[in-house]
C-alpha cells in the first residue's frame, strides 16, 4: 500500500514549493537561491555563541520580546507592530492563513513568487491573478479595483523590478476593506520601504526577512510590520499553532544582526555595487537584463536558449535559476555574489557564447 493511501483528501491535492538546489559539495559558485554572498556581521555569531549554553535548556521567550523591541527602535515604530516567524516563508503562510483563507479574489501578479500559490492551495484562497505588463512590471491600476486581499512582493521576484512607493501607497488607500500584503524581502537592495506607511494604513502589512540583506537566510528569520490589530490577529493563528516559533539562538543572533547597520550598509553597498557592474557586462554581450532593485538579475540571453545556457553554466559548476514557466523560459535568474564569483560568471558565459 502506498504512503498515498494514508493522506487526508487535501494533503494529497496539495502541490508543494520546490527550493533552489543545496549541492552539499561546495564546488559550485552558488548564484541560484539570492543567498548573500558575504558573511552575517561578527556581532552575530557572538550573540549566539554567548547564548548557545546552559540558558537552552528553557523554552525561548515565546513573545520574541527583546528581538520585536530592537526592530521596532530600528523602524520607528512600536513591539506592537512587529511580528516574528521562522524565516518569512512561515510569515507569510500565517498571513495567509490569518487574512486569506477560504477567500477568492485575493489578487496577486501571475509571475512572482512561486510560494504564493502553494499557500493558497493550502489554506483554500482562490487567487486572481493579474497579468505583469508587456515590460514585466506590475500593472498597479487593476489593483484599484475591488478585491479581498493584495499580495505583492516588492521588488518583484523573479522579475527584480519594483514599484516605486507612490503606487504603494495608491493601491493600500484603494483598499481600505482588505490586506495589502507587501513582501518586501529585497526592498533593501534598492526601493523605498512601505515600512513608513503603516503607522497611517491599518490594512498595511509589510514582510520582511534577515535572509537576504542581512546574510542569514540559515537562521531563518522574518517578520511581519503592521497595525496592531494585524498583528494581534497573526499572533492568535501563531499561537493556535505553535507558541515557540523562533529558537533562543535566532532571537539572539537577529537582535545583533539588526543593530549592526554598519556592516549592514556596507555589504548591502557592495552588492549594488557589484550588481550595477555585472548588469553592464552583460548588456555589452547583448543580453536584455531587467532593470534590477534587488540582489539578483533577471536576464535574457537573446543569442542563445536560457535553459541552454543554463546547462552549459552548470558544466561550469555556475548554478544559476530557470523557469521552466510559460512568459519567462527565455530568462535566468542570476543571484549577485562577490565580485571575483561574478567575474567568473562572466568569463564563463563568454566562453559559452563563442563556442
Ligand atoms: C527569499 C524570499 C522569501 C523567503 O525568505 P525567508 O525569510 O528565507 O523565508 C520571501 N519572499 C520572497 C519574494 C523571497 O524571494
Redesign the pocket.
Known sequence: MSARNFLSDKAQRLIPYVPGEQPRDGVYIKLNT?ENPYPPSPRVIEAIREAAGEQLRLYPDPECGALRKVYADYLGLLPENIFVGN??????AIAFQSFYADKDLVQMPDI??S?YPVYCSLYHVKAKCISLKEDFSIDYNAYLEPNNGVVL?NPN?PTSIALPLEAVEEIVKANPQSVVLI?E??ADFGTESAVELVSRYSNLLV?T????SRSL?GL???FAVGSKELICGMETVKNSFNSYPVDLLAQKGAAAAISDRAYFEKTRKQIIQTREWTAAELTHMGFQVLPSSTNFLFVSPGRMEAKDLFLALRQHKILVRYFDKPRIHQYLRISIGTQEEMRQLIEAVQEIMVK
Open positions: 539570492n524565516g518569512s516563508d512561515e510569515v507569510l512572482s513568487y510560494f512582493a521576484a513582501d524581502a529585497y514582510v526577512t534577515l535572509s537576504k537566510a531563518r528569520v522574518g
